[in-house]
């Protein structure tokens, strides 16, 4: 099976500008989770998505927001990027069921000047 | 509220030596534990999770509900075993998202 997957690797952006990333989850996982991955606060998570329905948020501001689609694929989208944005963004997909493995992509490295 | 605390952020030992990675956790409720890993320019994987009761490459991990910790556990470290290491807790239902705790950088000397 193919691993998760996210595109671009690597993203820079001015602060004010938003930004899409993208996550392709293992085939046949229904849920993908989206986390940010910064030296100083570690591995946050900011929401979870299953058969297209948010079902699980982390404590972050509205610009942050995501969707799933039929195919659970998933995109995460920052509005008005600041400074402190900069981090390594990580999706993990998982089957969607109780207590299940997730399984995480490479991440996406996003630089905000 | 979920929280994962691991203490201490960085642990050396030499090639040998016993690893003790330290894991507390709060959660009310019945929390699956889990301990992720992250080798230098590797993805984050998972190494082992309570409710299956593994030993992965040698490490173990016991859940002590009196605790509420999760300590994990090597005899003999290896070289191979530097990394970086996470513990994570999930809650059921609505609670299923991944809390981690900071990680802790393992160095095994040779």
């Known amino acids: 099976k193919a691993g998760v997957t996210q595109t671009p690797r690597y993203l820079i952006k001015t602060r004010g500008q938003q930004v899409t990333l993208s996550c392709s989850p293992i085939?046949?996982?229904?849920?993908v989770s989206w986390y940010q991955q910064t030296p100083g606060q570690g591995l946050q998570f900011l929401f979870e998505y299953f058969s297209e329905t948010q079902r699980n948020k982390g404590n972050f501001p509205g610009r942050f927001s995501g969707r799933q689609f039929s195919n659970s694929r998933s995109e995460m989208n920052v509005s008005t990027l600041e400074l402190g944005d900069s981090a390594l963004y990580l999706c993990?997909?998982?089957?969607?069921?109780?207590?299940?493995?997730?399984?995480f992509g490479p991440g996406t490295r996003l630089t905000v000047l | 509220a979920q929280r994962v605390t691991q203490p201490e952020k960085l642990l050396s030992v030499f090639k040998g030596a016993p690893v003790e990675l330290k894991c507390n956790y709060s959660y009310s409720g019945s929390p699956e534990l889990f301990w992720y890993v992250q080798y230098s320019r590797q993805r984050l994987q998972l190494l082992l999770r309570h409710i299956s009761r593994e030993s992965i490459k040698g490490f173990t991990a016991d859940l002590n509900k009196g605790e509420t910790s999760f300590h994990l556990k090597k005899p003999f470290a290896q070289e191979e075993d530097s990394a970086m290491y996470y513990c994570a807790l999930s809650g059921s239902g609505a609670n299923s998202k991944l809390t981690f705790g900071k990680g802790i950088t393992l160095s095994v000397r040779p």
């Open positions: 993990a997909s998982a089957t969607g069921g109780e207590y299940n493995e997730q399984f």
């Open positions: 085939s046949g996982h229904r849920s």
